[in-house]
């Protein structure tokens, strides 16, 4: 059973849609990274937060490391945006992505 | 572009082989990290080396082996390949030792398939 559970596995919007990603973790972490994997396989990291938000852009990641789950926001989402995002445990344990597919 | 390279980018081999991957992290990285990405498997941490010592270590199978030299660059050898290590390989580096809390930079990755 994996420890870092992201949802959903599979994510269809509209462009200009607000995207909701979400990742759990069962065991206690001082980090979580947020990385987004395009199709061509490249791996960019996003976001590496501890506590509160960050914003880049149109993109926005919250922790809360009490309640052990992170979420990654988009807004006004775009078809360049279509990507595997994965979320990352400080430990190195990982998610299994969540692949978001933006429709024009 | 991140600044971190992997050669070669597509690798294809017999089972029983041998293969070396290589990484150089970006310009003033000390941390690499090696992952590997197959398909059920997703990505998993292999190992995590800080200015030529091994730092971390994940579950890196007895017949993959890393190290890294002087000037920073990395290498993971696979030996005895076997069809289930068919995977992308990703490297990534970090400024410090810690890199767990620091934000990690990827390479393109190397896509290893074993025939």
């Known amino acids: 059973k994996n420890e870092v559970e992201q949802s959903p596995q599979n994510l269809t919007a509209q462009e200009g849609e607000f995207i909701t990603i979400n990742c759990s973790y069962s065991?206690?972490?001082?980090?979580l990274h947020w990385l987004q994997q395009h199709p061509g396989g490249g791996i960019v990291s996003l976001f590496m937060?501890?506590?509160g938000k960050k914003k880049h852009g149109r993109l926005i990641a919250t922790i809360n490391i009490q309640e052990k789950h992170s979420s990654l926001h988009i807004t006004a989402s775009h078809p360049r945006d279509s990507a595997v995002y994965i979320c990352?445990?400080?430990?190195?344990?990982f998610g299994a992505g969540t692949r978001l597919t933006v429709k024009p | 572009d991140s600044g971190v390279t992997q050669t070669p980018k597509h690798l294809i081999t017999a089972t029983g082989q041998r293969v070396t991957l290589r990484c150089s992290p970006r310009?003033?990285?000390?941390?690499v990290y090696w992952y590997q990405q197959s398909l059920d498997q997703g990505l998993q941490f292999l190992i995590q080396?800080?200015?030529?010592?091994?730092?971390a270590k994940g579950n890196i199978l007895e017949r993959f082996s890393a190290q890294q030299f002087p000037d920073l660059h990395s290498e993971l050898n696979l030996s005895s390949l076997e069809l289930g290590d068919s995977a992308l390989y990703f490297c990534?580096?970090?400024?410090?030792?810690?890199?767990?809390?620091?934000?990690?930079?990827f390479g393109d990755g190397t896509r290893l398939s074993i025939l």
């Open positions: 080396y800080y200015n030529g010592e091994e730092r």
């Open positions: 310009s003033g990285d000390l941390s």
């Open positions: 990352a445990a400080n430990d190195m344990r």
């Open positions: 990534a580096s970090s400024v410090g030792q810690g890199g767990r809390n620091q934000p990690q930079h």
């Open positions: 937060l501890s506590s």
């Open positions: 065991v206690g972490i001082s980090a």
